[in-house]
Nanobody, 119 residues
Framework: DVQLQASGGGLVQAGGSLRLSCAAS????????IAWYRQAPGKEREGILC????????YYSDSVKGRFAISSDSSKNTVYLQMNSLTAEATAVYYC????????????WGHGTQVTVSS
């Protein structure tokens, strides 16, 4: 079974950093793109970043450029989201999804991890 497990969320002060992890299993890691999404209270889910061994890195949101970074460790089947200079607007549930290509339409979703940024 395809499984995606997001972790690393928590409470952080504005200006701080967090690194989220998405551990994948049940499929050939390099055959899929892995993307991070988030859903803030009262808002629709939005895409953030996607990474693929075939396509490289795709930004779904310009608002995170220069502050968020995505990376992948195929030896651990894990994708990371490094978030720096966090603001209260980053408060959301963060999800990772697996896509055949960085399309913004994951075929598989993991459970989310809550990130709360206090101002």
């Amino acid at each position: 079974d395809v499984q995606l497990q997001a972790s690393g969320g928590g409470l952080v002060q504005a200006g701080g950093s967090l690194r989220l992890s998405c551990a994948a299993s049940g499929f050939i890691f390099d055959d899929y793109s892995i993307a991070w999404y988030r859903q803030a209270p009262g808002k629709e889910r939005e895409g953030i970043l996607c990474i693929s061994s075939r396509e490289g890195i795709t930004y779904y949101s310009d608002s995170v450029k220069g502050r968020f970074a995505i990376s992948s460790d195929s030896s651990k089947n894990t994708v990371y989201l490094q978030m720096n200079s966090l603001t209260a607007e980053a408060t959301a549930v963060y999800y990772c999804g697996a896509e055949h290509y960085c399309s913004g339409y994951p075929g598989y979703w993991g459970h989310g991890t809550q990130v709360t940024v206090s101002s």
